[in-house]
């Protein structure tokens, strides 16, 4: 028998276990999620109660399926089944720190071993205690005040603040009279609580902050003496400015380790990002593209250190047939994932049959819409486009009138198995993919909406413009690397 140094006998393709001659152990190959494992069946029988046991039984319960070199087929991530595997070697958990341990609980919990899912378990509570400490934060605010409002304004300070510096900032006329103007720097340590939100305030710094002084975060103080500041608005401040804006973009960042997902997801991350941005990180600049135009960024995506290894899938969910919007919404994605180009694109179009996971479109209908889209392809800022839930008629109509055909058609399977023969023929004969989604017919109702931006203050008639999804992934091991979302909403009541 022909071996490699590792133990994987490449002419194996009959399944059977492999063994070694000098040892008598024997070798298995497993395909985990694309990546190979070899080790031995001793390692993987340490635990009689574990799938892996039984998977070296080939036990027929099981129904276990190899791939064509012979290799038993596991349907799993295989970035967390390295201290899976590590772990039945020498009875440790040994993991990389860019790896969450709630991954590998879940892979621990299929994999069926006990021990291994105390200690992950054990480790998420002490990694949980330590972010629940509080920790606290040097803050600093500057009071604008008047010169005859400059006693009652330091004499009325309390609850720790400490007095800084005095800055004057030129003279105010008012009603006749010429007065100086002055900022006054304070500062207070204060202690975070678990969410971030600092433990204040007592009655007398809201009465403070009633009594007509402005109150601004300083973003960055060096130092006091000869620096220069640089302000941001309050929360308050923050919350009439968006209330007044025409329209706001919201990016998620990264929540490909959030633990909610579809709906609940969406919701869940951008509206954290407007909270944060409301009210926890005052120090972040307000970003206008535009005067009644905002734009909160939730934070980094992925660092690609070689973008050729990367495969970017966008989906954009259109409210309406706007041509101007799509392209704000790829050029948002575009900036946002720092990147030139994009593999796929996938358009999902307003739904006009939301009984139907099939959807019927003319061309006419879609037409400006599909040519910007096209102008991309043609620009090499796009590689691939497609469509979402077209039914037989309308994908032949779209192929025809194209001048770049669509090479994935996504469709909804949730009420369903299978799709239509009409669909699946055509698809086939035009080499157009069929693939499958489960995403809701209306993917931005009102309601959620209105979570975005609750318990925010925030009012207006907030309406979506469009969601877009952005997935990264390794191409050669298909492993996700980062999902995130991008919604543009316009506010109504601010445009009438």
């Keep these: 028998m022909a ?48 799938f892996l046991y039984r998977l070296c039984q080939e036990n027929p319960e099981l129904n276990s399926d190899k791939d064509e070199t012979g290799a038993f087929l596991i349907d799993r991530d295989p970035t967390y089944f390295g201290p899976i595997l590590n772990y039945l070697r020498h009875g440790k958990l040994v993991m990389n720190k860019d790896l969450a341990e709630e991954g590998v609980l879940e892979e621990a919990e299929f994999y069926n071993l006990a021990e291994l899912i105390r200690l992950v378990k054990d480790r998420i509570r002490e990694r949980d205690k330590v972010n629940a400490q509080p920790h606290s934060k040097h803050v600093y605010r500057v009071i604008q005040c008047l010169e005859d409002e400059l006693t009652h304004t330091v004499s009325a300070m309390s609850d720790g603040w400490k007095f800084e510096q005095l800055i ?18 304070v500062s207070k340590e204060l202690s975070n609580s678990c969410t971030g939100v600092p433990t204040e305030q007592t009655n007398k710094a809201k009465l403070m902050q009633e009594q007509g002084s402005r109150f601004i975060i300083v973003l960055a103080l060096v130092g006091l003496v000869g620096r220069s500041f640089e302000y941001q608005a309050t929360a308050m401040e923050r919350v009439k400015i968006l209330s007044s804006a025409n329209s706001l973009a919201i990016h998620s960042g990264n929540v490909l380790y959030n633990l909610v997902m579809s709906m609940d997801e969406i919701c869940a991350s951008l509206c954290g990002n407007v909270k944060a ?21 939730g934070g980094s995506t992925y660092e690609m250190e070689n973008r050729d290894d990367i495969k970017i899938t966008l989906k954009v969910f259109l409210q309406a047939f706007d041509s101007p919007t799509l392209q704000e ?23 006009n049959n939301s009984d139907s996971n099939f959807q019927q479109f003319k061309f006419s209908t879609i037409e400006a819409v599909w040519k910007k889209l096209e102008s991309y392809v043609e620009n090499h800022a796009v590689n691939k486009i497609g469509v979402c839930d077209f039914d037989g008629t309308s994908l032949q109509d779209l192929f025809t009138h194209a001048k770049i055909k669509p090479t994935t058609n996504q469709i909804n399977l949730v ?3 299978t799709p239509p023969d009409d669909l699946a023929a055509f698809a086939a004969e035009n080499e157009v993919m069929l ?4 995403d809701p017919t209306v ?22 413009s469009y969601l877009l999804r952005y997935t990264c992934v390794v191409k050669l091991r298909e492993i996700v690397k980062c999902r995130g979302y991008l919604v543009k909403l316009s506010n109504r009541q601010a445009s009438t």
């Design 443 to 464: 993917i931005l109702p009102p309601k959620t909406v209105q979570c975005i931006l609750s318990d925010t203050g925030v009012t207006g008639d907030w309406r979506p």
């Design 3 to 50: 071996c490699s140094q590792n133990g994987v006998d490449h002419n194996n393709t009959t399944g059977t276990l492999l063994t070694n001659s000098h040892n008598k152990s024997k070798w298995v190959k497993l395909n985990v999620g694309g990546q190979y494992f070899v080790t031995t069946t001793t390692t993987l029988c340490k635990y009689q109660k574990s």
């Design 415 to 417: 009420q369903c198995c």
């Design 435 to 438: 693939l499958t989604h489960r």
């Design 277 to 297: 941005w409301l009210i926890e990180n005052v120090n972040q600049p307000i970003c206008q593209s535009k005067k009644s135009s905002l734009f909160i960024d």
């Design 168 to 185: 004057s900032v030129g003279s105010s006329y008012s009603y006749g009279i010429d007065q100086a103007e002055f900022l006054c720097v």
């Design 329 to 351: 919404a790829l050029d948002t994605a575009l900036g946002v994932l720092k990147t030139s180009r994009i593999d796929s694109v996938l358009l999902s179009f307003p739904p």
